[in-house]
């Protein structure tokens, strides 16, 4: 059994050295092997056009970068471009609308003032009319009869129908028959056309 140990122990010497041997003469080899290739170029011209076609590449590529670049810039020099006209145009608009604002209120302040003089006129004119009303009421019969046939029938009617029932029959009466049928078609015909309820 012994001898049996001692022939595997001697087996496994033999063998790790051989490994040994045989790994070593592949480094050997291998490193023989690197110094012949890296001497000679066996594909010289196509590592040299590798080589042009890397850096004609990358001039391509800074030149493709550069105009991007360029285009960018000049891109944002538009916008800002742009960005100024609209700030102006915005600033225009901004004072157009003060400016429209302010017409605005003048022309509302002048149509509210001229609604007062209206109204102020039209208080005028009534109350003229009203104390004309008065005076042709408190004159004598005949003179304003006379007055009325030289009116317009339709002026006359206008102050007949404003006075008291007892002086407008006192006037009707001192017209001419014409005259007289002539404003009471008026008169009658005024509210003719109102609606009935």
Known sequence: ????????????????????????????????????????????????SEAKEESAGSEETKA????????????????ERLERQIDRRQKALEVADAEIEKRLQVLQDAENALRSMLAIADTAAE???????SVYENMKPKVAAALFEEMEPAFAAGFLGRMRPDAAAGIMSGLTPNKAYTISVILAGRNAEAPKG
Do not use: H, W, Y
């Open 1 to 48: 059994m012994k001898i049996n140990m001692l022939r595997r122990n001697g087996r496994g010497s033999v063998l790790l050295i051989c490994c040994l041997l045989i790994g070593s003469a592949a480094i050997r080899i291998g490193s023989e092997a690197g110094k012949a290739v890296a001497t000679e170029n066996p594909f010289p011209a196509p590592a040299i």
């Open 64 to 79: 493709d970068f550069s105009k991007m670049l360029i285009a960018f810039q000049e891109r944002e020099a538009r916008i």
């Open 127 to 133: 109350d003229d009319v009203v104390r004309l009303t």
